[in-house]
């Protein structure tokens, strides 16, 4: 199979790429760099250094293929607040030109990495694909947007799709020329930051007041390796005509302070944190149901919190 991956110049994207050819796939990767890095690219793809704005280098970049692994958008909460305009451009825009590139070029397979932030405020734990979709950020609600097009696009003209929603992503994938790792600028992730703590600059903990067994927030983690497993599995499982909604996770959550002791454990020595307030609008717990994936994609988490912490780690070093 010929793959087209978005983004594929990312971290998450990148590793998606990566185990397609090491798994005998031929791989395009469409990237502006804008917010990935050209050296995260495998050599073994063909690398289209282009934004998903460009009609025209979209239709190129899917020369040839059979299916499109959808990775590239603007993924930061914070900045989707005060900058909604290049949300809805990149992410709705970018999409609208690619599904018509794809339908153009008859390519009938299409998986979308969306998020559990279409989700909003759940108002039940865990979170099920039925619950109601309300995002509270123009970044959850732009990824709602697109998998509302994704399904007038299966209806209207058999695209075969499926959607991935999930929180965080965590972990690192050990590729053929070494470590595949988050790189963020700035880092807004809780694993990373927990493990580059330091006493001059210690983690700060939102609240330990919390309703949860240890009083920090409850937070679902999935390990990049079986979350690309799950992308690559949707390929072979997305059906003509059919849009399908899948939530992936860890199947139970982690707390802070759970996060915490993992990577105390990883580095043999204590993480500095201190205290803080709770901030406005934090859940306790935000954890999702992932029986549909095991189900539709015979998908299961393999790698546990440690495993996460400990690659993340070992891609630092």
Same mark, same amino acid.
């Given at each position: 199979?010929?793959?087209?991956?978005? $983004?594929?110049?990312?971290?998450?994207?990148?590793?998606?790429?990566?185990?397609?050819?090491?798994?005998?796939?031929?791989?395009?990767?469409?990237?502006?760099?804008?917010? &990935?890095?050209?050296?995260?690219?495998?050599?073994?793809?063909?690398?289209?250094?282009?934004?998903?704005?460009?009609?025209?280098?979209?239709?190129?970049?899917?020369?040839?293929?059979?299916?499109?692994? !959808?990775?590239? /958008?603007?993924?930061?909460?914070?900045?989707?607040?005060?900058?909604?305009?290049?949300?809805?451009?990149?992410?709705?825009? $970018?999409?609208?030109?690619?599904?018509?590139?794809?339908?153009?070029?008859?390519?009938?397979?299409?998986?979308?990495?969306?998020? /559990?932030?279409?989700? $909003?405020?759940?108002?039940?734990?865990?979170?099920?694909?039925?619950?109601?979709?309300?995002?509270?950020?123009?970044?959850?609600?732009?990824?709602?947007?697109?998998?509302?097009?994704?399904?007038?696009?299966?209806?209207?003209?058999?695209?075969?799709?499926?959607?991935?929603?999930?929180?965080?992503?965590? &972990?690192?994938?050990?590729?053929?020329?070494?470590?595949?790792?988050?790189?963020?600028?700035?880092?807004? !992730?809780?694993?990373?930051?927990? =493990?580059?703590?330091?006493?001059?600059?210690?983690?700060?903990?939102?609240?330990?007041?919390?309703?949860?067994?240890?009083?920090?927030?409850?937070?679902?983690?999935? !390990?990049?390796?079986?979350?690309?497993?799950?992308?690559?599995?949707?390929?072979?499982?997305?059906?003509?005509?059919?849009?399908?909604?899948?939530?992936?996770?860890?199947?139970?959550?982690?707390?802070?302070?759970?996060?915490?002791?993992?990577?105390?454990?990883?580095? &043999?020595?204590?993480?500095?944190?201190?205290?803080?307030?709770?901030?406005?609008?934090?859940?306790?717990? =935000?954890?999702?149901?992932?029986?549909?994936?095991?189900?539709?994609?015979?998908?299961?988490?393999?790698?546990?919190?440690?495993?996460?912490? &400990?690659?993340?780690?070992?891609?630092?070093?």
């Amino acid at each position: 199979m010929k793959v087209l991956v978005t $983004g594929g110049a990312g971290y998450v994207g990148g590793t998606a790429a990566a185990m397609l050819l090491d798994q005998g796939h031929e791989v395009n990767i469409l990237d502006d760099c804008s917010t &990935g890095y050209a050296d995260t690219v495998d050599p073994r793809a063909t690398f289209f250094k282009e934004s998903l704005l460009d009609a025209n280098a979209v239709a190129t970049s899917l020369s040839g293929c059979d299916a499109v692994l !959808h990775f590239g /958008a603007k993924s930061l909460v914070g900045e989707s607040v005060v900058k909604p305009d290049i949300y809805w451009e990149t992410n709705v825009s $970018g999409t609208r030109i690619l599904l018509d590139a794809m339908r153009a070029a008859a390519i009938p397979t299409l998986v979308f990495s969306s998020t /559990a932030a279409t989700y $909003g405020e759940p108002k039940e734990i865990p979170i099920a694909e039925s619950a109601v979709t309300d995002p509270t950020n123009p970044y959850g609600a732009s990824k709602l947007a697109v998998d509302y097009m994704i399904s007038a696009q299966a209806k209207a003209y058999g695209l075969a799709a499926i959607s991935l929603r999930y929180f965080n992503v965590a &972990g690192a994938f050990k590729s053929q020329r070494g470590w595949l790792a988050e790189r963020h600028n700035p880092e807004t !992730h809780l694993i990373p930051n927990v =493990l580059r703590a330091t006493a001059a600059n210690p983690l700060k903990v939102f609240g330990e007041d919390w309703p949860t067994k240890d009083g920090t927030c409850v937070r679902d983690y999935v !390990h990049v390796v079986d979350l690309i497993g799950a992308h690559i599995s949707a390929l072979s499982a997305a059906i003509a005509g059919s849009h399908e909604i899948i939530n992936l996770g860890s199947g139970g959550g982690y707390t802070v302070k759970e996060v915490i002791a993992a990577a105390e454990s990883a580095l &043999g020595r204590p993480v500095p944190y201190e205290m803080a307030p709770r901030r406005a609008g934090d859940p306790a717990v =935000l954890i999702a149901d992932i029986t549909k994936a095991g189900k539709l994609l015979s998908w299961k988490p393999e790698r546990d919190l440690q495993s996460m912490v &400990g690659d993340a780690l070992a891609s630092f070093q």
